[in-house]
């Protein structure tokens, strides 16, 4: 576990900092595997003194562009309370693990009152986290319904395509 | 879309080119209940060209506050893969 170092001066003693982070095994591995990691994580957030709030996994994607010779991968998404110090601790973990080929952390929140979040973590939604959604190909021809996130179709209500797009040809010809 | 009293004022410039007058409200502005995030790149790809670039606020009409809080999340998503860096078309 990492040296318990000084956090930044912003800090207020007590509160904790939310982080979300996401990352990308590669596209053969088997649910096992996604578990082992997942758990692997998962122990090492409660070892740091942070706590789980939630745990996704989005399934088998295509990745915008090549990451490690891999053109798709498994996305897992950990949202989690922590403090400094934490998440250098799960990314050397992740470093070290040879499925995961990009890992990403983000600071969602700081000074964050841990009483006030609830976990959406129970041992059922950790297991299901292990399981890859459904592949894209699935959801494209309708077999299975949509993801969490990624899908235009969440934002169906806001015709966006017309709002932003809808006058840009013209403007884009002049202005180059 | 366009509203026809602002065509109008267009048409009324004389000499030089048609200006577009048309003044867009930022929409995460007008919306509340649109938020920006890096993990939503079905959003974002509506402020990215084709070729992956981010669109200026000129064109979507966003504030310049919004305007950073995209290109933020467009970064974000690039680095996981959600969104390319360049569409080079090969």
């Known amino acids: 576990m990492a040296e318990k170092r000084l956090g930044s001066c912003r800090d207020i003693p007590g509160r904790t900092r939310e982080y979300e982070t996401i990352f990308i095994l590669k596209p053969d591995v088997t649910n096992d595997v996604i578990g082992q990691v997942n758990t692997k994580i998962r122990h090492v957030v409660e070892a740091g003194g942070g706590q789980l709030l939630k745990v996704e996994n989005w399934g088998r994607r295509k990745l915008a562009y090549e990451v490690k010779k891999q053109l798709k991968g498994i996305y897992v998404f950990f949202n989690y309370l922590g403090n400094a110090g934490l998440v250098e601790e799960v990314e050397r973990n992740l470093h070290l693990t040879d499925t995961v080929i990009r890992y990403y952390s983000v600071k969602a929140d700081e000074n964050v009152d841990a009483a006030t979040k609830t976990s959406a973590v129970t041992d059922e939604t950790f297991a299901n986290a292990s399981v890859p959604g459904p592949d894209e190909e699935a959801i494209a021809t309708g077999q299975a319904g949509a993801r969490p996130f990624g899908d235009e179709e969440e934002e169906g209500a806001f015709d966006f395509e017309e709002a932003v797009f809808g006058k840009v040809d013209e403007p884009i010809r002049r202005g180059s | ?90």
């Open chain 2, 1 to 90: 879309m366009a509203r026809p009293e602002e065509k109008d004022a267009d048409l009324e410039q004389e000499g030089g080119r048609k200006k577009n007058s048309r003044r867009r409200a930022c929409k995460f502005c007008t919306d509340e209940n649109l938020s920006i995030d890096y993990k939503n790149a079905g959003l974002l790809k509506y402020f990215i060209t084709d070729r992956g670039k981010l669109v200026p606020r000129r064109l979507t009409g966003n504030c310049a506050k919004h305007q950073r809080a995209i290109a933020r999340a467009v970064s974000r998503a690039r680095m996981i893969a959600l969104m390319p860096f360049a569409v080079t078309g090969k």
